[in-house]
């Protein structure tokens, strides 16, 4: 069953991908500028940009450069930058696990701040407790990632003469290092998707322990520890996790700007230097990966549910 759910699943993931292939591949192409004309700035004749435009393929009709661009996107090939002249794909390998490390980190740490608070919330329902963990939630959400990124950089500095590490520290080289140089943009990251996962935390528990089997789990004389967690955290947790898929969207559309201001060469950092010089394949290789991982990733949140619900059959 489980397999014929995946194959299904997968069939209907090839539509949306293919619509999302026409979005990635036309909207750079609407952003104001030409990348020949950004190429040749000091050239200013007409000949030079015909020649630039017709050797990189960008003469040719708009349906044609697609249907060229997503035949080898299928067998795996992005093309080529139009700056380094590189492959997009050998490009994205050097640049992909900094972005998945700094991803990867957020997310634990989103879980981390965001299931303890969220049981503790409701747990203690209109307490003390309650009450700082939904002011605090609402304070997460509320706070722009970029404003406090920088907020923690320059307050720092001026306060005591500490900023954190700019530039890159090479896990090989510094492992420490690394690790504490990457903490601070995961956990700026982590905040609001944790503030965001800790209201549904606490409100999925709540309606989970109003109902009839958590009562009757109380009367046998179970302890707090084991209703919350065994009986009532478990079925809370089925829709957490779905809001959780859904927030990797939002933790990579946030390491752009994350990976600029700490000067990390991930993946984001890469796009928002591709968006500024008109770099096309690039724009479209990143989009299309980003696109392909959060299609992954929820059929992953799908798959988990039958992990998590004994009830649910595929």
């Known amino acids: 069953m489980l397999k014929r759910y995946l194959a ?17 591949f036309t909207l750079p192409r609407l952003i104001p500028g030409d990348a020949v004309q950004l190429m040749l700035a000091e050239t200013s004749y ?10 990189l393929g960008l003469d040719r ?14 067998r795996g090939d992005l093309g080529e930058s139009l700056w ?21 980190y957020a997310t634990v740490i989103a879980l981390v701040i965001a299931l303890p608070i969220g049981v503790l919330a409701a747990a203690r329902q209109d307490t003390i407790a309650d009450y700082v ?3 605090v939630a609402i304070l997460g959400l509320s706070l722009p990632g970029f404003w406090l990124a920088t907020l923690l950089i320059v307050m720092p500095a001026i306060w005591w003469g500490w900023r954190p590490l700019t530039g890159f520290v090479d896990f090989r080289q510094d492992p420490l290092g690394h690790m504490v140089q990457m903490l601070l943009p995961a956990l ?23 109902q009839d089997y958590v009562r009757t789990a109380w009367a046998k004389g179970l302890t707090e520890r084991k209703v919350i967690v065994k009986h009532g955290l478990r079925n809370a947790v089925i829709p957490v996790i779905t809001l959780l898929g859904t927030q990797l969207p939002l933790i990579l559309g946030g390491t752009v700007v994350i990976e600029t201001i700490f000067g990390l060469p991930g993946v984001s950092r890469f796009l928002f230097d591709a968006i500024n ?21 929820n059929l992953g949140v799908d798959v988990l549910y039958g992990v998590l619900d004994p009830r649910i059959r595929y």
């Open 8 to 24: 299904r699943r997968l069939l209907i993931a090839i539509p949306s991908l293919v619509i999302a292939s026409v979005i990635v």
């Open 46 to 55: 007409a000949k030079d940009i015909d020649e630039l435009r017709a050797k």
């Open 61 to 74: 009709a708009l349906h044609v450069q697609y249907a060229e661009w997503l035949g080898r996107a299928v």
């Open 84 to 104: 380094t002249r590189r492959p997009v794909m050998q490009e994205l390998g050097q640049r992909l696990p900094v972005t998945a490390e700094l991803a990867l």
């Open 133 to 135: 963990a939904r002011s």
């Open 188 to 210: 700026i990251l982590g905040i609001a998707s944790a503030a965001a996962l800790m209201r549904l935390t606490r409100g999925m528990l709540l309606e989970a322990l109003r």
């Open 277 to 297: 010089q008109r770099d096309y394949p690039v724009i479209q290789g990143v989009n299309l990966l980003v696109v392909s991982t959060v299609v992954l990733v």
